[in-house]
Each structure stands twice: as C-alpha cells, then as structure tokens.
C-alpha cells in the first residue's frame, strides 16, 4: 500500500491506498493513553527528561525506537507539484519532511511509514505501542545522533491531520496509519492516522 500526504489549507494530509486484502484495522493507542494526551498532543515542553541510553549508535539517516525494537532507514522527500507528500513504497523505509526543506531544526519534522503493505507488517506497524516517556533516537545524514522523548500520542482522521509549523521550538512527529480500512470516493483506506509527538531529550 502507498501512504501519500498532500498539503491541504495549510496541512499536511495523510492518505492511503490499499493494494490488497489488507487487514481490517490497524493498531491504535488504547483510549487511556489518548485521554491522557489530549489535553495537549503537540506540547511546548521547556523541561524534557533525558532519554534512556540507546543500546548503539545507528548509521545516518535512521530512527530508532528501542524499545519497540525499530530501526529503519529515513528518506528525505520534497512534495510533488500537486502538493502530495508520496512516501517510500519500500514499507521498511521511512519518509522524512520538514516545511522548510531543513529538517531537525526548529518547528516540526515530520516522519511517515507504513503500517503494513501486502500483508506484511511496515516499519512503523506497531507504532500504536509508544508510550509517553519512550525513547526516540534519529540519526542525520551525517551520523549527528538526536535523543528524543516521547511527550504524546494523538489520533486523526486523514482529512483532519494537524499542522506542523516549519517554525518555533523543535519537534519530532512521527506518523502511521490506523483505524478500520473505508472506502471513499478515492479508494480504500485506513480512516485515521496515529501521531507520536516528541521533543528533544536533555
């Protein structure tokens, strides 16, 4: 399956389109942790507690999420002309943008993978599985290694993804699928998207 995100009013939507049989639904975070990120699912964090130490250093251009046992390459990629972000169709990479064209600087990168594709499991498959407080770890394209602390988790609708403003303090959002598979006037898909917010570790 294909996970395409476009620019719409100011938004980045995420879409996808199945190939085949998927599964029904995709994993999301249990309704507890929501209700305990809902107050504030992209927070401004002027104290963030230091990261667990990572087990090794990865190479350029990875995330990591040790304790779910993650690690996939990331790709950079720039919009389309008609405004579509169009993710890797290698399900075990993953898509990294930033508004600016400059990513890990301040406002928002933005990571997006697949949560499965042709009935295998994607790299971000058991994303739903973070928890506040979770370590994070990504890597540049020079090797430069960056500590991130999970601050929270939220669930969307595609059409109603979030913005992730290119500017103000910087932040992490990693994005997947999730929700029972519908069918609309594009396609079949799965309805929302599961974010995971992070900001830097001390």
Known sequence: MLLVAGVVGGGLLVAIGLQRAPAPAAPLPPASVLAASREAPAPVATHVPSAPARPSVPGP????????????????????????????GDPRVVARWHGSGKPWGPGWTVLAGHVDSRGEPGALHSLASVRPGDALVTTTGDGQVLDWVVQSLSVSRKEDLPDFPATGPMGLAVVTCGGPVISTSAGRHYRDNVIVWARPAD
């Open 61 to 88: 251009d990875r995330l990591l999420i040790p304790g779910l046992g993650i690690e996939a390459p990331l790709q950079g990629r720039a919009l389309r002309a008609d405004g579509d972000f169009v993710v890797p």
